[in-house]
């Protein structure tokens, strides 16, 4: 069975310094790996997603995730943080079932917090 | 930009009565999931369903729920009697096909409230 574990609840930074929140996830096979976001008030949305292609990969707002299989962790990294990235983050695991329906298997959920 | 769009934004209901949250997938999608999220907890599947049918289902979704997609553009969840427990964020979600690996797109999410 596949799943995720979010190694930090809370993370804050200041403006214009690095972010990094940590992912590490629980695999029988090759996964799907994704970062969602969720702003206050507002849905999921996809940052970015690996496939099995690069392992380095890019996302939306400056975000990028590096999978590494020796390290079950698929971090996520922005070199510069802005007040718009204050949200909660959510890293997930694609659970392929029979006939591949695409059920998400979500991580507990990073809130981030950006300090001017 | 095509999205998911939810309604009621938040439902609050007395325990016991039956609620139904709407969901308009986008169109030329054919997956459709809901997914819960208890405040302070995970986001949780609930259920998937794809050819008008529910492909998989969670230990969660028990028979006071059920799913409908009416016509050709809804895609209802509705809990028979409500439990306080049932409060929640609900998210409705839908997926083009399975080439797409799990990219799914949601919604902003139906807060329910039950008293």
């Known amino acids: 069975a596949q799943s995720v574990t979010q190694l930090d609840s809370h993370v804050s930074v200041s403006e214009g310094t690095p972010v990094l929140l940590r992912c590490n996830y629980s695999s029988s096979y090759s996964p799907s790996l994704f970062w969602y976001v969720q702003h206050p008030n507002k849905g999921l949305q996809l940052l970015l997603k690996y496939t099995s292609a690069a392992t380095l990969v890019k996302g939306i707002n400056g975000f990028e995730a590096e999978f590494k299989k020796s390290e079950t962790s698929f971090h996520l990294t922005k070199p510069s943080a802005h007040m718009s990235d204050a949200a909660e983050y959510f890293c997930?695991?694609?659970?392929?079932?029979?006939?591949?329906?695409?059920?998400?298997?979500f991580g507990a959920g990073t809130r981030l917090a950006v300090h001017p | 930009e095509p999205e998911v769009t939810q309604t009621p934004s938040h439902q609050v209901t007395q325990m016991g009565q039956e609620v139904i949250l709407r969901c308009v997938p986008i169109s030329n999608h054919l997956y459709f999931y809901w997914y819960r999220q208890i405040l302070g907890q995970k986001v949780e599947f609930l259920v998937s369903?794809?050819?008008?049918?529910?492909?998989?289902k969670s230990e969660i979704f028990d028979d006071q729920f059920s799913v409908e997609r009416p016509d050709g553009s809804n895609f209802t969840l509705k809990i028979r009697s409500t439990k306080l427990e049932d409060s929640a964020m609900y998210f409705c979600?839908?997926?083009?096909?399975?080439?797409?690996?799990?990219?799914?797109?949601f919604g902003e999410g139906s807060r329910l409230t039950v008293l």
């Open positions: 369903f794809y050819n008008n049918e529910i492909s998989e």
């Open positions: 979600a839908s997926l083009r096909d399975r080439g797409t690996a799990g990219e799914l797109f």
């Open positions: 997930v695991v694609s659970g392929a079932i029979s006939g591949g329906y695409n059920k998400l298997i």
